[in-house]
């Protein structure tokens, strides 16, 4: 067995005994206030920090200021991202792939993460993207019917496309039409499949005996994308490898897709690893779709935002006024001021805001109206793109055609 998957294995025992936090696709849990412990994670899973020296690295090549998702440590880890920046340097083709399991019909502030900073680096490399549409994935594992997930699929896409992505470089596609599309796909989920063994899937996803025989297989379709020959429309037959930017919950499908690669003439696909955008109710759990009152969905009214942050918001301030005053707030906990540090750009504005909740010359109701005031435009912002996308646009994107 390669280095990243018994490295794996052997870290899920050592979880089990050492760390209180726990990381998987479909559950991210943490003891601590502050969420989950990125350093331990890195380790555990065997990836590495993205540092100063490599931020450095990046703004050369690129010749930009990092994104702000990337200055402040959002994307904290990374799998052989210096060797997609020695591709760009020396003019070698690469792509962009990431993804979305539709699994509501409103994605929420939390996707916004990957997929903007997507959005910038396809700006920023001028490189193809495909994202993928796991229908069959959350119809597997959530109680959905096959036409609910592909419904969903379908109104994530246009969240997606929302998000600014330029049509003449992206390929969006849902698992459930494009598998039966193109052959191509599936062969490589063969091969892929061919190299992994129940064992494996077991140790990787904590797979058993009474997991449905859909969930054994499925990590092949995730891993499929990353072979550049599962889209001939795109690629032709050429071998290109990718940079796969996500949250750090997707990172056990992919420490499976590069152990296989290689033994199947392919590149390990490198990564970028995003840390989570915390619940509502504190940095314990992820926004998930599935948590109604603990996410933000991004077609929630200007109304529902300020509602659901007054309401739900977990504060790190104190009891009262008085003792607020005194002896001030916690932003290391405080989920108004760690959704600004997602989305408010300004670097001075934001330490001025740390500044003086931690001093307690801001109160929590004006931190949660900083923060209701600067994502209100955000959402609708994005709702207006959303509304302007039409079936057309909608069918552009998903069809697979030759990007420039
Ligand atoms: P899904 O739908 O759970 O999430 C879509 C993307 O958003 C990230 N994400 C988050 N990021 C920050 N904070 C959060 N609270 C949060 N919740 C989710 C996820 O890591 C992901 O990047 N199986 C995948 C779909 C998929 C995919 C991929 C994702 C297929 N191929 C390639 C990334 C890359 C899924 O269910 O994602």
């Given at each position: 067995m390669s280095g990243e998957l018994s490295n794996n294995i052997r870290s899920l025992s050592i979880d089990e005994k050492e760390y209180d936090d726990f990381v998987d696709p479909w559950n991210v849990v943490s003891?601590?206030?502050?969420?989950?412990?990125y350093d331990k994670l890195i380790k555990r899973f065997g990836s590495s920090k993205i540092d100063d020296e490599l931020l450095s690295r990046f703004e050369k090549v690129t010749n930009k200021p990092a994104h702000h998702l990337l200055r402040r440590g959002f994307f904290f880890s990374h799998r052989d991202l210096q060797l997609i920046l020695n591709r760009y340097e020396t003019g070698k083709p690469f792509y962009l792939y990431t993804g979305r399991?539709?699994?509501?019909l409103s994605m929420h502030l939390g996707h916004l993460i990957p997929f903007t900073l997507c959005k910038w680096l396809q700006d920023v490399f001028n490189v193809p993207l495909v994202i993928q549409l796991t229908d069959d994935e959350k119809t597997l594992w959530k109680d959905l019917k096959v036409e609910e997930a592909y419904k969903m699929a379908l109104e994530n896409a246009k969240d997606i496309i929302a998000c600014g992505f330029n049509v003449n470089k992206t390929f969006i596609f849902s698992d459930f039409t494009y598998l039966g599309q193109r052959s191509e796909f599936y062969r490589n989920v063969i091969r892929i499949q061919k190299c992994v063994t129940f064992n494996q899937v077991k140790g990787i996803f904590?797979?058993?005996?009474?997991?449905v025989i859909g969930k054994i297989a499925f990590p092949a379709v995730q891993a499929a994308p990353a072979l550049s020959t599962s889209f001939p429309d795109i690629f032709g037959d050429k071998k290109i490898p990718c940079l796969i930017p996500c949250a750090?919950?997707?990172?056990p499908y992919f420490r499976m897709t590069r152990d296989v690669c290689p033994r199947i003439g392919f590149d390990k696909p490198a990564l970028l690893h995003s840390k989570f955008f915390p619940a509502l109710q504190g940095a314990k759990t992820k926004m998930s779709a599935s948590e109604a009152n603990s996410t933000i969905y991004v077609n929630d009214t200007p109304k529902q935002l300020k509602n659901k942050i007054n309401k739900?918001?977990?504060?790190?301030?104190?009891?009262?006024v008085e003792e607020h005053r005194e002896i001030g707030g916690n932003c290391d906990v405080d989920i108004s001021y760690q959704y600004l540090r997602f989305f408010l750009d300004d670097d001075d504005k934001l330490e001025q805001i740390r500044k003086d909740y931690t001093s307690g010359k801001l109160l929590t109701g004006e931190l949660k109206k900083i923060l209701i005031d600067t994502l209100t435009p955000v959402l609708v912002q994005h709702q207006e793109n959303r509304a302007k996308i039409t079936d057309d646009v909608l069918e552009k994107f998903m069809t697979p055609r030759k990007l420039l």
């Open positions: 003891k601590a206030d502050t969420g989950v412990d399991g539709p699994s509501s904590g797979f058993d005996d009474s997991t750090i919950d997707q990172d739900y918001a977990f504060s790190g301030g104190q009891a009262t």
